[in-house]
């Protein structure tokens, strides 16, 4: 049987459950049909759907038609959760666009029909409510012509009619000869083929909720719809993540091969549990999927929705380009802010639309979210699922920043034994491309590794621009080149001087600020276009009047900030007496128009973030020596790649002075200052810390560690090479075999950890082993982790203390300055090395004597169980 998955598309209130209901019972799979006001629809079974009378998740259906079952995926019509459908339109096969024949092409429509041309979707057209007053199929297909062009013919006719056949031919060059030379009619396989090709869009009429013309939009799909071809290896797109009955269910499609139940996905390193086949709230469970079916599996919990997977890889799809407007913060007022963001993770997880963020500079949570909608349906989830009342302050809106003019980054990170220094281009690109990252560096200058590592750590991080600190978008990152040293480069130089390179170019570039648009649709009665003109533009709106006195209402459409529609909806309704209607989508971001305003509110400055530092630091006898970022150029040890660019030669090389205004070394006292400062600011005075000078402070700081605070369990870190060539035993026995050096490691610390009772893990550098996933192995009560490709130890060791410093009281075990540095903005301790080094041995030598002294060693012989004398005396 042929497989087909199909999705029904459409702005809110066109019917597009009400036509999901009529195609099932068309088709036999439903004896009877639901309707959304009756709230009884089979596909809208959650009770917020119900209660709203909109489609909040996207729903699966199955049905056949001949020897073709169709999997039907019902999919959200507001725009609020328009990222939940742009989810879904990654695994159609085609697309019915539904469309109320009163209200025509709106604003969402269009969005629509540029995401189907983005996925490249075929799509058929059910023009909905004919049997409305008002209702004309010419009056729909001009509308359609009008808005998108050429190919929208009436298929609700017979095809072989002149008109028809005139109309199909013209839309192929080939056709059109043979139709007016040869007098050849367009067949069903050319039929098939344009619609495959989204030259032809197959247009049928009717009332769903009536269910006229719903058969002949089935016959259609069955007779015309272009049935795609997979391959015999397993792929697949996941498109949705949900829980029922306590489960994760991932839910996928197959674009190619089979899957079975038990079957091990390597690239999860998960098996399978069940395989569930989805029909509405119910399911069937089967043994295996083929190519072309949509499944839900249990089981897997490392997934993530839009990714395309393989049994061995996984890869991240492209972003959605319906992103975001409205920022809001998480009052935490009676449930810990760890909980509720665990919590709130998971809606995340389920939602692509909701983004859920950690400012760790206010420790404040926010949520991203695409409207008022939205945001009560969070609220609602919250509280039916975890019972937690979720409070949020007044929403914002979300700026974002580019640059206007091309300009180069460099970033040095140079402190002592440390050296990494990267050199990018960045160049603005047009509005709504996003972040896009290239590589014109050669191998000769830097090896790949490090490059895979550089590109790495631009992926991994939202760069903030330099005027309100928003998130950067609309450039394009390009790596050009960088430096090495040989033995003093780790891989998390390069993550500073990456993060240093990219925010010293946009210190120097043109920033713009940039703001987000609706595109929308406003209709009013014809006494009131005067009023809402008006405030359009007050909102700096631009519009056009596209249809005026028709029943009594005309429709405006255009584009306006959102800033200035946030709360419009309600005012409209009250100023047209509840008979005026507003509909808006996203429409991508612009310059923002009162940005000196803006920025004057925002009050950031970007030189005092210390968080992201534009300034590089170099090394100057011996000491750390920190660059302001406009004299970088001066002191960069590689040639300018943007004089390159500009002159076709290599910029000279300047030589680097030092003069009595330039920069000076800072000392231990003076890091400890800043430290203090950055860390502890909101302290009393009487309460900073003051340096400690008892040369046994940092043993009995370790002792602290391993003891652990009262009320968190004590987790010690330990960077395990750095251990291994700060301890002379262990160093020599590398020289010979670093594999023995590594297990002589593990017994020692194994020995510790049974003395102190301490959570211990040892981390290994593996980052330079292509294809490597991180791997955790258990030696007794010791965890020892061997990193994934392009993450070193320091790069694990501070994802894992920032996500886990309020669970543990956690000390790490490094020699490395920048690690330290780090590890301390955590909040966890901090442990040198070789002083870890004593710690152990002092450990292992209290352990020992506490023995003795409890024990009597001395041997024992026959003569001491003898009495004093003997009893023949």
């Not at 007016?180 to 049928?204: A, H, Q, S, T, W």
């Not at 996003?434 to 991994?460: A, M, P, W, Y």
């Not at 593990?746 to 211990?760: E, F, H, P």
């Amino acid at each position: 049987m042929r497989e087909l998955t199909i999705g029904i598309l459409a702005h809110v209130d066109a019917g597009k459950t009400t036509l999901s209901e009529a195609l099932l019972y068309e088709s036999g799979m439903l004896r009877k049909r639901g309707r959304v006001d009756h709230r009884d629809s089979f596909l809208d079974h959650n009770a917020l759907e119900r209660e709203r009378g909109i489609t909040i998740f996207s729903k699966q259906a199955i049905m056949e038609s001949g020897d073709l079952r169709l999997t039907l995926l019902d999919t959200p019509g507001h725009v609020d959760f328009s990222a939940e459908m742009e989810r879904t339109l990654s695994v159609l096969d085609l697309a019915i666009l539904v469309l109320s024949a009163p209200d025509g092409v709106q604003a969402h429509t269009r969005t629509l029909m540029s995401l189907f041309e983005r996925y490249g979707l075929p799509v058929f057209v059910f023009v909905n409510k004919m049997d409305m007053a008002g209702a004309e199929k010419e009056a729909a297909l001009s509308s359609l012509r009008k808005s998108f062009g050429t190919g929208f013919v009436d298929f609700s006719q017979e095809l072989s009619l002149p008109e028809v056949q005139e109309e199909l031919a013209v839309l192929d060059e080939n056709l059109l000869n043979a139709y007016l030379e040869e007098g050849k009619n367009v067949e069903r396989d050319d039929v098939v083929r344009l619609i495959r090709e989204r030259r032809l869009f197959p247009c049928f009429f009717g009332s769903a909720l009536k269910g006229e013309g719903v058969l002949s939009l089935l016959q259609g799909l069955s007779q015309y719809a272009p049935v795609p071809c997979y391959g015999e290896g397993f792929s697949a797109t996941v498109f949705k993540i949900s829980r029922d009955e306590g489960k994760r269910l991932t839910f996928l499609k197959l674009t190619g091969g089979r899957i079975a139940v038990k079957e091990r996905l390597s690239c999860y390193d998960e098996k399978i549990d069940q395989l569930r086949l989805y029909h509405g709230n119910k399911y069937e469970t089967v043994s295996e999927a083929t190519a072309g079916m949509v499944v839900a599996l249990t089981g897997i919990t490392k997934s993530r929705a839009g990714e395309q997977i393989s049994k061995t890889d996984r890869l991240q799809t492209l972003e959605s380009c319906l992103q975001p407007v409205l920022n809001y913060s998480v009052i935490c007022s009676q449930t810990p802010p760890q909980t509720m963001l665990l919590y709130l993770r998971e809606l995340e997880e389920e939602d692509p639309s909701l983004r859920v963020i950690y400012d760790e500079e206010t420790r404040e949570i926010r949520l991203s979210l695409m409207g008022q909608v939205q945001q009560q349906v969070v609220k609602k989830l919250m509280e039916e699922r975890f019972h937690i009342p979720l409070a949020l302050k007044e929403g914002t809106i979300i700026y974002k920043e580019t640059i206007q003019n091309t300009v180069e980054g460099v970033g040095h990170f140079e402190p002592l034994r440390h050296y990494a220094e990267v050199h990018l281009l960045l160049s603005p690109m047009e509005r709504g491309s996003g972040l896009t990252l290239d590589n014109r560096c050669s191998s000769d200058i830097l090896s790949v590794n490090f490059q895979n590592l550089i590109l790495t750590h631009l992926h991994e991080k939202r760069f903030r621009g330099v005027l309100t600190g928003s998130e950067i978008t609309d450039l394009k990152i390009t790596l050009m080149s960088g430096k090495a040293h040989i033995k003093h480069t780790e891989g998390g130089d390069f993550r500073q001087a990456t993060y240093r390179a990219v925010r010293q170019g946009l210190m120097q570039a043109e920033s713009v600020l940039l703001e987000p648009w609706y595109a929308f649709a406003l209709w009013i009665p014809d006494e009131t276009v005067g009023r809402a003109m008006q405030d359009l533009n007050w909102f700096g709106a631009e519009f056009t009047l596209t249809s005026q006195g028709e029943a009594g209402r005309s429709k405006l459409e255009g584009t306006c900030p959102v800033k200035s529609m946030m709360n419009y909806a309600e005012e409209v309704r009250i100023y047209t007496k509840g008979t005026g209607e507003l509909s808006v989508a996203y429409h991508g971001y612009r310059e923002c128009a009162d940005a000196d305003t803006v920025i004057g509110e925002t009050g950031y400055e970007a030189e005092r973030d210390i968080r992201n530092s534009a300034d590089s630091v170099f090394c100057s006898h011996g000491a750390g020596v920190i660059i302001p970022w406009d004299q970088v150029p001066r002191y960069m040890h590689l040639p300018s790649v943007l004089a390159k660019e500009d002159h076709g030669r290599s910029a000279p090389v300047i030589v680097r002075k030092e003069t009595e205004t330039g920069p000076k070394a800072v000392s231990t006292e003076e890091i400890d200052r800043i430290i203090a400062r950055t860390y502890f600011s909101n302290r009393k005075e009487g309460k900073k810390p003051e340096r400690k000078t008892d040369q046994s402070y940092e043993l009995k700081k370790a002792y602290r560690a391993a003891k652990g605070k009262p009320n968190k369990p004590a987790g010690v870190l330990v960077d395990g090479y750095n251990l291994i060539f700060s301890w002379p035993e262990l160093s020599a026995l590398a020289k010979i075999n670093i594999d023995s050096a590594r297990d002589r490691l593990v017994d020692i610390l194994s020995n510790y950890q049974g003395l102190t009772g301490c959570a211990l893990t040892i981390i290994f550098d593996a980052y330079r082993l292509p294809g490597h996933k991180t791997e955790t192995l258990s030696f007794g009560k010791v965890q020892v982790v061997y990193t994934g490709e392009g993450q070193t130890a320091d790069g694990y060791i501070e994802a894992y203390t920032r996500e886990h410093a309020g669970e543990y009281a956690i000390t790490v075990v490094t020699s490395d300055g920048t690690e330290q540095v780090v590890a301390a903005g955590a909040g966890c301790l901090i442990l040198s090395s070789r002083d870890f080094q004593r710690e152990v041995i002092e450990t292992g030598k209290e352990a020992a004597d506490a023995y003795l002294t409890k024990h009597d060693t001395r041997m024992q012989t026959l003569g001491d169980s003898l009495p004093d004398q003997s009893p023949l005396e």
